[in-house]
């Protein structure tokens, strides 16, 4: 059974950082794209980043640039996502999900998500 | 960018009957489309993808159509279990281009 589980999430200042992970099972982790998509409270998905499976290519959402690293550990089987100088905006709850389908950055299983909250 | 624009906002129906829902892309996404459903409290559910390739385990009841930028999610005879948002996704081949829309409710 494929399961992705995050963690890492909680309630941090403006301008601190949290590192969230998340932890795979049930596939062969180093064979998949991966991605971080979060969605703020009461709103729409919103895609943050996604990473190769070697992890030497990284994509990320403009307004996350420079502040947000996705990596992972394929030893571990798991990914992460560093988030510094964070904001109000960045309020939500972030979703790892799995890049599933060949040729298409679709997600095909998504973890329950972990909540971060920007608040003084 | 490309901006993903669902229509209607929210859509009321009742069980056993068809529902349509809409997504326009703001510039043509050839038929990297991916529609999902979400319940309340859970992750999203991938339906569609490739704009109307049903994913593992999906229900025939579940069809998407269109291309360039016009896409449809059609639900034929909607169960209770149906009732939820659901969100179209625009997946760019490279490089990376990824965007959802803003979602549809469907409701009783």
């Known amino acids: 059974e494929v399961q992705l589980v995050e963690s890492g999430g909680g309630l941090v200042q403006p301008g601190g950082s949290l590192r969230l992970s998340c932890a795979v099972s049930g596939f062969t982790f180093s064979r998949n794209w991966m991605t971080w998509v979060r969605q703020a409270p009461g709103k729409g998905l919103e895609w943050v980043a996604n990473i190769k499976q070697d992890g030497r290519e990284t994509y990320y959402l403009d307004s996350v640039k420079g502040r947000f690293t996705i990596s992972r550990d394929n030893a571990k089987n798991s990914l992460y996502l560093q988030m510094n100088s964070l904001r109000a905006e960045d309020t939500a709850v972030y979703y790892c999900?799995?890049?599933?389908?060949?040729?298409?950055?679709?997600?095909?299983?998504w973890g329950q998500g972990t909540l971060v909250t920007v608040s003084s | 960018e490309i901006v993903m624009t669902q229509s209607p906002a929210t859509l009321s129906v009742s069980p056993g009957e068809r529902a349509t829902l809409s997504c326009r892309a703001g510039?043509?996404?050839?038929?990297?489309l991916a529609w999902y459903q979400q319940k309340p409290g859970q992750a999203p559910r991938l339906l569609i993808y490739g704009a109307s390739t049903r994913a593992t385990n999906i229900p025939a009841r579940f069809s998407g159509s269109g291309s360039g930028t016009e896409f449809t999610l059609t639900i034929s005879s909607l169960q209770s279990e149906d009732f939820a948002v659901y969100y179209c996704?625009?997946?760019?081949?490279?490089?990376?281009?990824?965007?959802f829309g803003q979602g549809t409710r469907l409701e009783i």
């Open positions: 510039q043509s996404v050839s038929s990297n």
């Open positions: 999900a799995r890049d599933g389908v060949s040729g298409a950055t679709v997600f095909d299983y």
């Open positions: 996704q625009q997946y760019n081949v490279w490089p990376p281009s990824i965007t």
